[in-house]
């Protein structure tokens, strides 16, 4: 069975950091597509970053360099730093797992493994 457990949400200030974890079990992450998903109240959720099996990034046009996807594979653990956040990073903050090696993507529907959210709040 399959489980990604999300941690690391909060709420800080405008400019402030924050970093996100999200620990798998029942699936070695070194070999699946991982990614990061957020979904702000009245918006469709959508793709923050990915991480291939091979280690290929992508990242949302939003995220403008301020955010770093990483992964730990000895702790099987995923990773977003998220730096210089604005108020309109605020959302539930979610990890996922493709059942294949490559991305190809940001698309939600290509994630069939979904974590619990965190909650990120940015005030002003």
């Known amino acids: 069975q399959v489980q990604l457990v999300v941690s690391g949400g909060g709420s800080v200030q405008a400019g402030g950091s924050l970093r996100l974890s999200c620990v798998a079990s029942?699936?070695?992450?070194?070999?699946?597509?991982m990614g990061w998903f957020r979904q702000s109240p009245g918006k469709e959720r959508e793709g923050v970053a990915v991480?291939?099996?091979?280690?290929?990034?992508r990242y949302a046009d939003f995220v403008e360099g301020r955010f770093t996807i990483s992964r730990d594979n000895a702790k099987n653990t995923l990773y977003l730093q998220m730096n210089s956040l604005k108020p309109e990073d605020t959302a539930m903050y979610y990890c996922a797992a493709r059942n294949a090696y490559f991305c190809g993507g940001l698309s939600v529907p290509l994630f069939i493994y979904w974590g619990m959210g965190t909650e990120v709040t940015v005030s002003s």
């Open positions: 029942g699936v070695t992450m070194s070999r699946l597509c």
């Open positions: 991480f291939d099996g091979d280690e290929f990034t």
